[in-house]
């Protein structure tokens, strides 16, 4: 028997969410409202002081009057004519002294220059500065103020430490992909060279400063950088071009220097930059604004590109699915020295990809790979990996292996065309 499902962790969650947002809203609501007491008053329109505790002093000064040692101003100013005040502890609302007779209490008026007085007729004047609701406003604008302060800055270096994170381990090996075999060896040769400069630069070989790996997408070109990476154990920062792009100008030409900034820390290190004609396609000068962030996001990338030494240390590996867009001074040879072409798979390297893609699938005995691998001609590896991962999830809601209507109901659902032919 099926249990029934319950959504009690999922309300759960939108009572949480909805607390927070009516906290924050709160937190808010009281922030503004201190900041306008706080303007208001030192304008002068209003006095918080006198609203929260105006008719509190009134209310001690009578107090004062009930005690034992309560002397009237009259008396005290008397025992001031006389220099036969002590001590003297001027508190807010009332002042305390001291004389031969004993202690005594007398209200305070609040006299600037009460303290000088006392002072010139010898006594000790001590100052008891109550907190009033003014300084309590103030200190709680001044902590909000130093939290805000506190918090900006902590974003910034959350920002720029979680931007353009440098991976030490991407988890996906050659293995993991089919075909390119040509492009593996010599990418592994320039890896080398890139971990080894010393060893090379004798021999007369220079590291190659920045390739580009161009074609239709959905051939793992990202997957080949990530692969790279992990088989030669060098630093791997990932990236695409909708990461420059900003509302703010010149921030798409601020973190391209970030980047090549952290990497430069980081060496030896790969560069992956997906989507590059986004950030590298040919430079307009009709004058937009737009166009203009641009050409600087490709001036900065040129400048940091033409800094590398023979020993940097530092590759960029760009993806793009329109190399003809690309700024010629961007791709020029001194830059992105190599170009490599990733077509969608051929007969062989189609025959691995469905060796890969179909582990752990419950395959139909009549199922004919061979079939299948000529079905999936002209088909890109992300396309025949989505077919078979689909027609796994048809073939299991009717609990049974694939079979070639299974491939054929997942290509239809995934708009693929496939090259078979069926039995009428």
Same mark, same amino acid.
């Given at each position: 028997?099926?249990?029934?499902?319950t959504?009690?962790?999922y309300?759960?969650?939108?009572?949480?969410?909805?607390?927070?947002?009516i906290?924050?809203v709160v937190?808010?609501?009281?922030?503004l409202?201190?900041?306008?007491?706080?303007a208001l008053?030192l304008a002068?329109i209003?006095?918080?002081?006198s609203?929260f505790s105006?008719?509190?002093l009134s209310?001690?000064?009578?107090?004062?009057?009930?005690?034992?040692?309560?002397?009237?101003?009259?008396?005290?100013?008397?025992?001031?004519e006389?220099k036969s005040i002590?001590?003297a502890?001027i508190k807010?609302?009332c002042?305390?002294?001291t004389?031969e007779?004993?202690?005594?209490?007398t209200?305070?008026p609040?006299s600037?220059?009460?303290k000088e007085r006392?002072l010139?007729?010898g006594?000790?004047?001590t100052?008891?500065e109550?907190?009033s609701?003014?300084t309590?406003?103030d200190?709680?604008?001044d902590?909000?103020?130093?939290?805000a302060?506190?918090?900006?800055?902590?974003?910034?270096i959350?920002?720029?430490?979680?931007?353009f994170?440098v991976v030490?381990?991407?988890g996906?090996?050659?293995?993991?992909i089919?075909g390119m075999?040509?492009?593996?060896?010599?990418?592994l040769?320039?890896a080398?060279i890139?971990?080894k400069?010393?060893?090379y630069?004798?021999?007369?070989?220079r590291?190659?400063k920045?390739?580009?790996?161009?074609?239709?997408?959905g051939?793992?070109k990202?997957?080949f950088?990530?692969?790279?990476?992990?088989?030669?154990h060098?630093n791997?920062?990932?990236?695409?071009?909708a990461?420059?792009q900003?509302?703010?100008m010149?921030?798409?030409?601020r973190k391209?220097k970030?980047?090549?900034?952290?990497a430069s820390?980081?060496?030896?290190?790969?560069?992956f930059?997906?989507?590059f004609?986004s950030?590298?396609e040919?430079r307009?000068?009709?004058?937009?604004g737009i166009?203009?962030?641009?050409?600087r996001?490709i001036?900065?990338m040129?400048?940091?590109?033409?800094?590398f030494?023979?020993?940097?240390g530092l590759?960029?590996i760009?993806?793009t699915?329109s190399?003809?867009?690309?700024d010629?001074?961007?791709?020029?040879p001194?830059? *992105? #020295?190599?170009?490599?072409?990733?077509?969608n798979?051929?007969?062989?390297t189609r =025959? %691995?990809? !469905?060796d890969?893609y /179909?582990k752990?699938?419950?395959?139909?005995?009549?199922?004919?790979k061979?079939?299948l691998?000529t079905a *999936? #001609?002209?088909?890109s590896?992300?396309?025949?990996?989505?077919?078979?991962?689909? =027609? %796994?999830? !048809?073939s299991?809601? /009717?609990?049974?292996?694939?079979?070639?209507?299974?491939?054929?109901v997942a290509a239809?659902?995934?708009?693929a065309?496939?090259?078979i032919k069926t039995?009428r």
């Amino acid at each position: 028997m099926k249990e029934k499902p319950t959504n009690k962790p999922y309300h759960n969650s939108n009572t949480n969410s909805n607390f927070r947002r009516i906290l924050k809203v709160v937190l808010l609501v009281l922030v503004l409202t201190i900041v306008v007491a706080l303007a208001l008053d030192l304008a002068g329109i209003i006095s918080i002081d006198s609203l929260f505790s105006g008719s509190g002093l009134s209310t001690e000064t009578s107090k004062l009057a009930t005690k034992e040692n309560y002397k009237n101003y009259n008396a005290f100013l008397q025992a001031l004519e006389d220099k036969s005040i002590v001590t003297a502890n001027i508190k807010e609302d009332c002042i305390e002294f001291t004389t031969e007779e004993g202690i005594f209490v007398t209200d305070n008026p609040d006299s600037p220059n009460l303290k000088e007085r006392l002072l010139q007729a010898g006594a000790q004047v001590t100052t008891t500065e109550s907190t009033s609701i003014n300084t309590i406003l103030d200190i709680i604008f001044d902590a909000v103020f130093f939290i805000a302060i506190g918090f900006g800055i902590y974003k910034l270096i959350s920002y720029s430490h979680n931007t353009f994170k440098v991976v030490h381990n991407t988890g996906v090996h050659f293995s993991d992909i089919a075909g390119m075999d040509n492009v593996k060896t010599d990418m592994l040769f320039l890896a080398d060279i890139l971990k080894k400069p010393s060893a090379y630069s004798g021999k007369g070989l220079r590291q190659v400063k920045g390739v580009i790996l161009e074609g239709p997408p959905g051939n793992g070109k990202t997957l080949f950088a990530k692969a790279l990476a992990q088989e030669t154990h060098v630093n791997f920062i990932a990236t695409k071009g909708a990461d420059f792009q900003s509302a703010l100008m010149s921030m798409g030409a601020r973190k391209i220097k970030m980047l090549f900034s952290k990497a430069s820390r980081r060496k030896p290190c790969i560069i992956f930059i997906d989507e590059f004609d986004s950030i590298g396609e040919r430079r307009n000068y009709a004058g937009t604004g737009i166009d203009k962030e641009n050409n600087r996001i490709i001036t900065t990338m040129l400048n940091e590109m033409d800094g590398f030494l023979p020993n940097n240390g530092l590759m960029v590996i760009a993806a793009t699915n329109s190399y003809a867009s690309l700024d010629p001074a961007l791709i020029r040879p001194g830059r *992105f #020295d190599l170009k490599y072409t990733i077509e969608n798979p051929d007969a062989s390297t189609r =025959a %691995q990809l !469905i060796d890969i893609y /179909t582990k752990g699938k419950n395959l139909s005995p009549d199922l004919d790979k061979q079939s299948l691998v000529t079905a *999936f #001609d002209g088909l890109s590896c992300a396309a025949i990996e989505t077919i078979l991962n689909q =027609a %796994q999830a !048809i073939s299991h809601q /009717t609990e049974s292996a694939i079979t070639i209507n299974h491939i054929l109901v997942a290509a239809q659902k995934t708009g693929a065309k496939l090259n078979i032919k069926t039995r009428r």
